[in-house]
């Protein structure tokens, strides 16, 4: 199965909060998995990525946590401003094509 | 680093014209690029993957001959719609990565067909 499937599909959270956007997936012949985030009217750009053999990884306030055997992987925006504000983009990677998941929707109130 | 740029950033035309986009990688060299289309509110659709001076391969259900696609170089691919009509009408997203490293995204092409 080459679908990655991205929940929820939009997120409302207070400035300061936690945002938490989860991701799920089927082939085990993936074997990188980044997270975008976009703009409206413009293209993704790359936020952070982990690799199947790494249990978390941390860049800033954004956090990944990767569950290898439930084939499910997170982002975590800690201390959410409203600048996060956009839409974000799971994918996972296979023979160097990229599967996206159908998008996050973040809303940061002031 | 690591920029992509995509032009023109929108374009508006009539039914049956062809519209050329380009993507270039200004500071590094793009071994494969591929060309995604997105719908409003949706995710991105891969059309296809181009690697430097070959063909482009393409992904289930896209025309190659309605999307042309050229990677002339190492920092340069086209896609043109042929023939474009209203049905075409969508964001285009090219992206460029260097042997096995990430891809990296233009800002898109808004293409309207009147």
């Known amino acids: 199965q080459q679908q990655v499937k991205q929940s929820p599909q939009s997120l409302i959270v207070q400035k300061g909060g936690i945002s938490i956007i989860n991701c799920a997936y089927e082939n085990t012949a993936f074997d990188y998995f980044p997270w975008y985030q976009q703009f409206p009217g413009k293209g993704p750009a790359l936020l952070i990525a982990i690799r199947p053999d790494v249990s978390e990884k941390k860049e800033g306030r954004f956090t990944i946590s990767f569950n290898k055997s439930a084939k499910q992987f997170s982002l975590h925006i800690m201390d959410s401003q409203p600048g996060d504000s956009a839409t974000y983009f799971c994918?996972?990677?296979?023979?160097?094509?990229?599967?996206f998941g159908q998008g996050t929707t973040l809303q940061v109130k002031p | 680093g690591a920029v992509v740029s995509q032009h023109p950033s929108r374009v508006i035309c009539k039914s049956g014209t062809s519209v050329k986009i380009e993507c270039r990688s200004l500071d590094f060299q793009a071994t494969t690029m591929f060309w995604y289309r997105q719908f409003p509110k949706q995710s991105l659709m891969l059309m296809a993957t181009?690697?430097?001076?070959?063909?482009?391969?393409?992904e289930q259900g896209v025309e190659k001959d309605k999307f042309l696609i050229n990677h002339a170089s190492l920092t340069l691919s086209t896609l043109t719609v042929t023939s474009a009509h209203p049905e075409d009408s969508s964001f285009y997203i090219c992206?460029?990565?260097?042997?096995?490293?990430?891809?990296?995204f233009g800002d898109g092409t808004r293409l309207s067909i009147l």
């Open positions: 994918a996972a990677r296979n023979t160097g094509k990229l599967i």
């Open positions: 181009s690697n430097e001076g070959s063909k482009a391969t393409y």
């Open positions: 992206s460029a990565r260097e042997l096995a490293g990430p891809q990296h």
